[in-house]
């Protein structure tokens, strides 16, 4: 081989593994280490109670406690027949899917045109109206339940889907439009004015631009109104009753809890079931939820 060949071949560079920083012991990391770890037993154990309480049979569940189905596994689906044909919690489902897609659709609609038009168009008395929104954010909802409770009475809406609508998306308006304003309020000008200066009209704008670019946000206040309308107990059995046509999963299990006399066995295995839900559409979600909060509370 020539000395040529050997001048050119790359020397071989051997790296020494760098050794690892160790971490110091802090006993402020210990203690948040331990409230953490305290929190997590805090909400995991009461959760692995309800998943086997919804598999054992009523007589096992009447002699010891849950946790001695480890010792002595017997499980059963009977618990879950029994809450999907006796209990009715598959109608009671399909009722809460009634109720809380609509109202999603219906808050994140209105809050974003509500928002982009606070955010981006001028117009005298803007600002006061954006003040009347957010100050709407600090009235409880349980104070306008017996006078919104006689206007839907007068307009026929009691006992119909449009009342339970109307009333969960009207308390989430004032936080989306808030949430969106900011957010739609730090839009980049430069897309705005080149799609000006392409012809695009505002609503084009606004459907072709501003909407695809907002989706995480859109999915993290679409997240928000669809959980609040799935669990909330008060607001169906107001204005629906407590009809097993008409009662979504939170009001149907309430009611089980007074046919069973209290029986955890077929009432953990509707609960279970009511929560399927919305952990998948949170968990199909999640990633757009974190960007979303993160890009409304940094652009606000």
């Not at 889907?161 to 009333?167: A, G, K, M, T």
């Amino acid at each position: 081989m020539s000395a040529t060949t050997e001048a050119a071949r790359p020397e071989t560079v051997t790296r020494k593994p760098v050794p690892r920083a160790r971490r110091h012991f802090s006993p402020w990391r210990g203690v948040i280490h331990v409230i953490l770890i305290s929190v997590c037993v805090a909400w995991i154990v009461p959760l692995i109670g309800l998943i086997v309480y919804s598999f054992r049979t009523i007589s096992d569940s009447a002699t010891n406690g849950w946790w001695n189905a480890f010792l002595k596994p017997w499980f059963t689906m009977t618990n879950y027949q029994d809450a999907w044909n006796t209990g009715g919690i598959g109608r009671a489902i399909l009722n809460s899917t009634l109720i809380t897609l609509p109202t999603t659709a219906i808050t994140v609609v209105v809050c974003a045109v509500c928002a982009y038009t606070l955010a981006r168009m001028r117009f005298r008395g803007r600002m006061t109206i954006l003040a009347v929104v957010v100050s709407l954010l600090v009235v409880p909802p349980q104070l306008t339940l017996v006078p919104l409770l006689r206007l839907f009475g007068t307009l026929g809406l009691t006992g119909e889907l449009p009342s339970v609508w109307l009333f969960q998306a009207g308390f989430v308006i004032p936080f989306g439009t808030y949430l969106l304003h900011g957010f739609f309020r730090a839009f980049p000008e430069e897309l705005l004015e080149a799609a000006a200066l392409d012809g695009a009209s505002v609503p084009r704008t606004f459907f072709s631009i501003v909407l695809p670019t907002s989706v995480p946000i859109m999915v993290a206040l679409a997240i928000i109104q669809f959980m609040w309308s799935w669990n909330d107990l008060l607001v169906p059995l107001l204005f629906l009753g407590g009809g097993a046509d008409v009662a979504p999963a939170t009001v149907q299990i309430a009611g089980l809890v007074q046919s069973t006399g209290g029986g955890l066995n077929s009432l953990s295995a509707a609960a279970l079931m009511s929560m399927i839900p919305p952990v998948v559409v949170t968990l199909a979600l999640q990633r757009y939820f974190v960007r979303g909060i993160l890009g409304g509370a940094v652009k606000g």
